[in-house]
């Protein structure tokens, strides 16, 4: 009697009874866990012209950029946001990666600057030190 239920059973098991199979042979409990592993390996990056769009969506009316402005802007950042890449992933300390992005920022800005007019460079300062300091614009907001 035992030697009949052992083979039943087993075959239960891998015929969709008992393990989740789906009748080809594949595992679905081991292949949802590979394709969890699969989605936990590394975020999707966001393409850097994504990146650089966003920024100028934001710059260009606050700033009222004319197209020049806006390619050589965009370049300026495209070249700033893959720096940066580079320097992140550098085998270097966390504080020389700072001081190195730091740095980055700073000439990125220079270059910003010398394509703006008085007024643009104003709203350029102003817009740099919002983004420091987010607080700061918040609750002016809340004061409103």
């Known amino acids: 009697m035992y030697l009949i239920l052992l083979p039943t059973l087993t075959q239960a098991q891998f015929n969709n009874y008992g393990y989740g199979n789906n009748g080809y042979g594949n595992n679905r409990r081991m ?6 592993d699969r989605g936990q390996e590394k975020p999707k990056e966001i393409p850097v012209e994504v990146t650089v769009a966003k920024i100028m969506e934001r710059l ?5 950029l004319d197209e020049l402005q806006v390619i050589a802007i965009s370049n300026i950042l495209t070249n700033s946001i893959k720096s940066q890449g580079i320097l992140i992933k550098a085998e270097v300390s966390n504080e020389d990666k700072v001081n ?4 980055l920022s700073e000439t990125t800005d220079k270059k910003i600057m010398e394509l ?7 709203k350029f ?3 740099n030190e919002e983004a420091k300091n987010p607080k ?4 002016k907001k809340s004061k409103e």
């Open 31 to 36: 292949n949802t866990s590979m394709d969890q």
């Open 60 to 64: 260009k009316p606050e700033m009222t």
């Open 100 to 103: 190195n992005i730091k740095a």
């Open 116 to 122: 703006l007019n008085k007024e643009q460079k104003e």
């Open 125 to 127: 300062i102003l817009l």
């Open 136 to 139: 700061k614009k918040d609750k």
